[in-house]
């Protein structure tokens, strides 16, 4: 159907539920909701940031009990589930405490990030190699554009309640995790585990043994090493751009028109413009090659870098939106492929737990340069052309890899 097969159509359904939650409890909805219920966006920042740590720390645990024949799938399923149902009990857990609302983010958010530990090693058992930017990209680029109608359809009940409601949220909440189900579903009854290693008697000792022996085999595979440091530079600079992109405009422009209504209309319109371009991205490297594509995402970042300096208009601000757009879904779902190629396919789980970790630490190293740059100059307009380096090195590293094989 459409051109992919059953098993590759429903791994990239699953991207049009998941990313209904990076829209709506990540980015958009659950940070205004938890403002309006007392909450500040410091400690939001501090939970978020406590859930990654608990990421980072179980991210290669999960990845080598996975990679055991049969294991995959069950992780798949059990942590999916926690993380729909916890972004379900978001709507209702406020009436509790605070803490229990805190408490069901932190596991929603770990849950998530560690079933797409799992999701983006099912690329390796779902197409082969030659399919894999296709199929990769189109999962990002189904993504974004799905991702906008749970977004749009909880958006008209929070204004038909009013903003300052917080029960149309709670509906968005319902209605998120209600989406991202039954777009896993497909995931559930089609897609299934190929490639592993034997089953162990005891998968929890082996696992951790097996990680000391993954960081030997990292080492080994100097591809995959090189590929990690150049991904972790550039990665770094387009989650800075991503996560900074309004505060720097608000800061540079003093616009204070940057509304919450603002925010999600240029949300939105990042989700829209990405998707065309996603697909775009997987054509080009089936014809001029996945390495290649990703170093014209990385140069196009650097043009948004440089155009981010000089701009001075709201309508700047949408420009470098679509700059942006064209470059961010690609530039992430080839990474995606590009690695699932380089890496043992029996092995892709506790492979893909690392490069979570590097997605994870992402965006440590630019928002830290930018405040630094700011601080000493007291003109944030210089801050941005601090991440260039980012990109650069990022860029010439990847210049030496070969193609993935």
């Not at 229990?100 to 090693?121: C, E, G, P, R």
Request: proline share 3%; hydrophobic share 50%; with cysteine.
């Amino acid at each position: 159907m459409f051109g992919y097969s059953k098993k590759e159509l429903s791994w990239i359904l699953y991207d049009c539920g998941n990313s209904a939650y990076s829209v709506a409890i990540t980015t958009a909805l659950f940070p205004v909701y938890f403002q309006m219920i007392g909450g500040s966006g410091m400690n939001l920042g501090y939970y978020n940031s406590f859930a990654s740590i608990i990421i980072a720390v179980i991210s290669p645990v999960l990845g080598t009990i996975a990679d055991f024949r049969g294991m995959k799938k069950k992780l798949f399923n059990l942590f999916s589930l926690i993380a729909i149902f916890s972004t379900f009990l978001l709507s209702i857990s406020h009436s509790i405490s605070l803490t229990a609302l805190m408490a069901f983010f932190i596991i929603s958010n770990v849950t998530f990030a560690a079933s797409n530990i799992f999701y983006d090693s099912f690329l390796v058992d779902v197409c082969v190699d030659e399919r894999m930017d296709k199929v990769s990209t189109s999962g990002f680029a189904y993504g974004y554009i799905a991702s906008v109608i749970p977004f749009v359809f909880s958006l008209v009940i929070i204004l038909l309640f009013g903003m300052k409601n917080t029960l149309g949220y709670q509906i968005g909440f319902i209605i998120t995790s209600i989406w991202w189900f039954l777009f896993t579903v497909p995931m559930y009854k089609n897609v299934d585990q190929i490639y592993g290693v034997a089953p162990s008697k005891r998968p929890f000792r082996e696992s951790f043994l097996t990680i000391f022996t993954t960081l030997k085999d990292i080492k080994k595979h100097k591809i995959v090493a090189v590929f990690l440091f150049s991904y972790f530079l550039y990665i770094d600079g387009v989650d800075t751009i991503i996560k900074m992109v309004v505060p720097y405009a608000q800061s540079v422009l003093d616009a204070k028109k940057f509304d919450t209504i603002m925010l999600l209309a240029i949300l939105v319109y990042v989700q829209i413009v990405a998707f065309p371009f996603a697909i775009i991205y997987g054509k080009l490297a089936g014809k001029f090659g996945t390495k290649r594509m990703i170093s014209i995402g990385i140069f196009t970042y650097m043009i948004c870098v440089i155009f981010a300096y000089f701009m001075s208009s709201l309508f700047h601000v949408f420009i470098l939106s679509t700059f942006i757009a064209s470059a961010q879904g690609g530039i992430q779902a080839l990474s995606r492929s590009y690695f699932a190629k380089i890496i043992p396919k029996e092995n892709s789980n506790e492979f893909f737990g690392f490069y979570n970790i590097f997605g994870k630490f992402a965006a440590i190293i630019g928002p830290l340069i930018m405040s630094v740059i700011t601080t000493i100059t007291n003109n944030p307009r210089y801050s941005i052309l601090g991440i260039i380096p980012l990109f650069v090195i990022g860029y010439l590293v990847m210049l030496k890899l070969p193609e993935g094989k």
